[in-house]
């Protein structure tokens, strides 16, 4: 069992940056891959990016490639999104989440665990 908490959204401008953080409760976190989805009003929620329970392999979405890049800390229970050059598109709630398998994947209904989200808000 894992429980996620996030934190680091915010409103910022066109251009700027924000970190975003996950806290994981559990003693086999590191037994998890963790991805950062998104979802914004009206939208399905995406895959953004994703990393291996080693931190060796790290996935994104195309549309945020060389813009955003996910850590983990495993020795803090930790899953970071640092998100740079951010555009209005951008703008969504953003969830953590927790896979009990080594592998990443994009599709939203093979995470079995999920975080509240944190609003990121991104203004032209």
């Known amino acids: 069992q894992v429980e996620l908490v996030e934190s680091g959204g915010g409103l910022v401008q066109a251009g700027g940056s924000l970190r975003l953080s996950c806290a994981a409760s559990?003693?086999?976190?590191?037994?998890?891959?963790m991805g950062w989805f998104r979802q914004a009003p009206g939208k399905e929620r995406e895959f953004v990016a994703g990393i291996s329970w080693s931190g060796g392999s790290t996935y994104y979405v195309d549309s945020v490639k060389g813009r955003f890049a996910i850590s983990r800390d495993n020795a803090k229970n930790t899953v970071h999104l640092q998100m740079g050059s951010l555009k209005p598109e951008d703008t969504a709630v953003y969830y953590c989440?927790?896979?009990?398998?080594?592998?990443?994947?994009?599709?939203?209904?093979?995470?079995?665990?999920w975080g509240q989200g944190t609003q990121v808000t991104v203004s032209s």
């Open positions: 559990g003693r086999t976190f590191s037994r998890y891959a």
């Open positions: 989440a927790a896979r009990d398998n080594t592998i990443v994947v994009v599709t939203p209904r093979a995470w079995g665990y």
